[in-house]
């Protein structure tokens, strides 16, 4: 199973066991994005600040999702996984009561390594798992559990938020992430150790550069890499400036935890019905849909004010949720599971370097047009771009 060895694990624990890991993602994702853009508007007090660190700390997570296979190579997933979520939880924890924000953007940092090699593992368990069932099907069940968590996420963060301070729902999130690990543990999964092989940094630079190239060589992974790109890109400028956009149009906290939440319904009504009618008709007629309408809503939102700029936040949720369940199937429909270890790492900074480009193009964007809704200008050009890529065959 992608190389690795499972000399024991529970009975009753299959594919669906991993998918339902989405829920704590979600949860704990959920309560991070409703506060973070506004905890980093409060220490740098700019948006287009606020973009430029978005863009550093993604620079970061690009640089550990392409040596992930690393981590992958010392130890194994089982292992790798409980570590990292009882990491997360530990950081987040110590950020819930953080005072100084060197402490604050420093913890960020260490948990950014862990919330990444997580972000793949839970994937790369369903794919060894996935048997008769197929990975969209599971994709789809992972993606409701997500969204399911992300539902609670923004109305738990808010009313945490109003009564304790904008930090402290970063202790909810320690909780969830503690939970999560315990139950990833009662899968009792015992794999093959890996023997430990002493690492040489420029051998390991230079399987780097190898497997990268590999990977862009190939024209089916190359599209998968760009669709990945462009649904992330959407995604990175709606979490970063959907609150501060609300907050500065003289909306309350509450009513910004509303429109994140009633966000989140498209995604959990429409993440198994969208993965199986994904099995049966493809990827690509969900994928133009997603991004063309997405386009359309973010040049309306250019131009939008008050209650219909509320609207459009969450009808555009209609989008995005028609690409969720899908817009990684290219690679792993695409790539043997003895590859996808191998490959997964380069494949997933798709999800970094958008969080790169895009804040710094929406920085560039409020500098030029003096506004903070400038941003969505950008977010339809890079939805329409997508689009593209997707419907040229």
């Given amino acids: 199973m992608a190389g690795e060895k499972y000399l ?20 704990g994702g959920g309560i991070i994005n409703a506060v973070y853009s506004l905890i ?35 130890t194994t997933k089982s292992r790798l996984f409980y570590m990292g979520m009882w990491t997360i939880g530990i950081c987040y924890f110590m950020m819930a009561f953080s005072v100084a924000p060197a402490t604050f953007i420093t913890l960020d940092y260490v948990s950014g390594i862990p919330q990444i090699l997580v972000g793949m593992l839970i994937p790369l368990f369903m794919a060894d798992f996935s048997k008769d069932v197929g990975i969209a099907k599971l994709n789809g069940r992972y993606h409701l559990w997500l969204n399911a968590g992300a539902l609670l996420a923004p109305m738990v963060a808010m009313a945490i938020a109003n009564m304790f301070g ?57 599209r998968a890499y760009v669709v990945n790109f462009g649904f992330f890109a959407l995604a990175a ?14 909306f309350s906290k509450g009513t910004l935890g509303l429109v994140l939440t009633l966000g989140i319904i498209p995604y959990v009504l429409l993440s198994e019905p969208i993965g199986r009618l994904a099995r049966r008709y493809g990827t690509r007629i969900w994928l133009l849909a997603g991004f063309l309408s997405y386009a359309a809503f973010a040049f309306w939102a250019t131009f939008a004010g008050g209650w219909t700029l509320l609207t459009i936040f969450i009808l555009w949720q209609i989008s995005g949720a028609l690409m969720e369940p899908v817009y990684d199937l290219l690679f792993f429909n695409n790539t043997k599971k003895a590859e996808q270890t191998r490959y997964i790492g380069v494949f997933k900074t798709s999800a970094n370097f958008p969080k790169i480009a895009a804040p710094l193009l929406g920085a560039a964007a409020i500098a030029l047009f003096g506004m903070t809704s400038a941003v969505w200008l950008v977010t339809g050009i890079i939805a329409l771009l997508t689009a593209f890529v997707c419907f040229k065959k």
């Fill in 8 to 27: 024991s694990i529970k009975e009753k624990v299959n594919g669906f066991s991993f998918a339902n890991l989405g829920f704590f993602s979600g949860f």
């Fill in 40 to 74: 980093l508007l409060d220490i740098f007090q700019n948006s287009a600040k606020v973009g430029v660190y978005s863009a550093i700390y993604s620079a970061f997570g690009m640089l550990v999702a392409l040596f992930a296979g690393e981590f992958f190579r010392v």
């Fill in 166 to 222: 904008l930090r402290t729902p970063f202790f909810a999130v320690a909780v969830i992430y503690i939970v999560g690990a315990a139950y990833f543990s009662w899968f009792k999964i015992i794999q093959e150790d890996k023997k430990f092989k002493k690492i040489n940094p420029r051998h390991t630079i230079k399987s780097v550069m190898r497997t990268s190239v590999r990977f862009f060589k190939q024209p089916v992974l190359l």
């Fill in 237 to 250: 400028m709606r979490n970063l400036y959907v609150p501060i956009i609300v907050i500065q149009n003289g």
